[in-house]
């Protein structure tokens, strides 16, 4: 793959490597290195870096690509590559089939002098905090707050970040091992932050996830607070500050009806894309959007970033409160939920679009939901899994269709191997 991707870029090129706390994390960027120096490129290793901090850095540093070794919210076993072009934004469709496109071209290899090399830059964890933290705008002393950084890539920042800032920050989530990254702790397991922030007597608490592209949060009492919530509270600090292009935002399929009522309420106009941050983005760059996101806590907020970013998006966060006086509870109390189900259903995820018993059934219940109501169903791009969301206004007729298109999946599309 590192020898794919300097081919794709061609020349010599400054590729930078960014990886999360996974065991398997040094091992395969020791083989990406070797791939990009094999075909004799420079492999500039940042180490433990937030997946955000690559893109900043490839923009910063007029690198020519970068590498980030992580899988993200997954467990540990789990690891990936994620690519990012010169822009700082992650490859689309056709730029990542170009790469893989050029997995098995042998080629010329450089020889001798011409042979790249790999090196080590220490440093951009700290830079990269200082970047978030001029962000912000405002002054955030003494403000008490808890942050579980997932025993992931948040870890690398987090302490400095908020020092910067001048939060009281309780930090927890911090001591990666390799393997207890997202292991009851971070964005994937709000319940743990949200003791912590009772514990602490915390205005609010802060959930990374490994490789801190995305952020949730919870109040003071542990309400969880989501990506939902979040783009309605960025919306309203940007519309008072007239820097909402378009009065507009961007979102997936599954955010909650509430959101929609909530952003419409502002007066914006809400853009809805499949799911993934790669469609998000898409539909913001080619409307001259700012601000688009998933009820994930992956939010984008484009007239600062390229790509998702988890430090960012709780700085801005705290930055909104700050300005407009509110607690979390307050600000994320004008979207309403509306009641939701969403199971994540080991299945054939490759059958779901065949699958013609549980359309059907879709249709049923759509209809019967008419306006007050929605479903989704998704595969999983990383699991064999299928992802059923159901929203009503009536939380007992939510629970039924649910359950009955989970039996549906479960009986029309059984999990292989």
Not at 70 to 79: E, I, V
Not at 308 to 322: E, F, H, N, R, Y
Not at 328 to 349: F, I, N, T
């Amino acid at each position: 793959m590192g020898r794919a991707a300097t081919l794709r870029v061609g020349g010599r090129p400054t590729i930078l490597l960014g990886r999360d706390t996974r065991r398997s994390g040094p091992m395969l960027e020791d083989a990406l290195a070797a791939g990009i120096a094999s075909a004799g490129g420079r492999a500039v290793r940042l180490g433990v870096v937030p997946t955000p901090a690559v893109a900043w850095a490839v923009r910063e540093h007029a690198a020519d690509a970068g590498i980030v070794v992580s899988a993200s919210h997954n467990p540990y076993p789990d690891n990936g590559i994620k690519l990012f072009g010169p822009d700082g934004h992650k490859l689309l469709d056709e730029a990542e089939e170009a790469v893989e496109a050029l997995l098995d071209h042998a080629g010329p290899s450089p020889t001798g002098a011409d042979v790249g090399w790999s090196e080590d830059a220490g440093g951009t964890a700290a830079a990269y905090a200082a970047w978030v933290a001029q962000r912000a705008g405002v002054s955030l002393d003494g403000l008490r707050i808890v942050v579980d950084c997932a025993h992931g890539a948040a870890s690398s920042v987090a302490p400095e970040l908020f020092r910067l800032l001048g939060a009281d920050a309780v930090l927890v989530g911090c001591a990666p091992d390799g393997v207890n990254i997202n292991v009851e702790c971070g964005s994937t397991h709000l319940d743990h932050v949200a003791a912590q922030t009772r514990a602490h007597g915390a205005a609010l608490g802060i959930a990374f996830d490994g490789d801190a592209d995305r952020v949730l949060f919870c109040t003071d009492s542990g309400d969880p607070v989501d990506g939902d919530h979040v783009l309605a509270i960025l919306a309203a600090d940007l519309l008072g500050r007239d820097a909402l292009p378009g009065r507009r935002v961007v979102v997936t399929s599954m955010a909650n009806l509430g959101a929609h009522r909530a952003l419409e309420a502002l007066g914006c106009a809400v853009e809805v894309t499949d799911v993934g941050d790669r469609y998000v983005l898409e539909a913001m760059l080619r409307d001259g959007s700012v601000l688009g996101g998933e009820q994930s806590g992956h939010v984008i907020a484009l007239d600062h970033q390229t790509t998702g970013d988890g430090p960012l998006t709780a700085v801005l966060v705290l930055a909104a409160l700050a300005r407009s006086g509110q607690t979390l509870a307050e600000a994320a109390g004008m979207v309403e939920k509306y009641p939701q189900r969403l199971v994540s259903v080991r299945a054939d995820r490759a059958g779901l679009a065949g699958c013609v018993p549980l359309h059907d059934a879709v249709a049923a219940a759509e209809a019967e939901l008419g306006s007050e109501g929605r479903i989704v169903l998704r595969a999983s791009g990383t699991e064999p899994l299928v992802r059923v969301m159901v929203e009503a206004r009536d939380a007992a007729q939510c629970d039924r269709i649910a359950a009955e298109l989970i039996s549906i999946v479960e009986r029309e599309l059984p999990a292989t191997g």
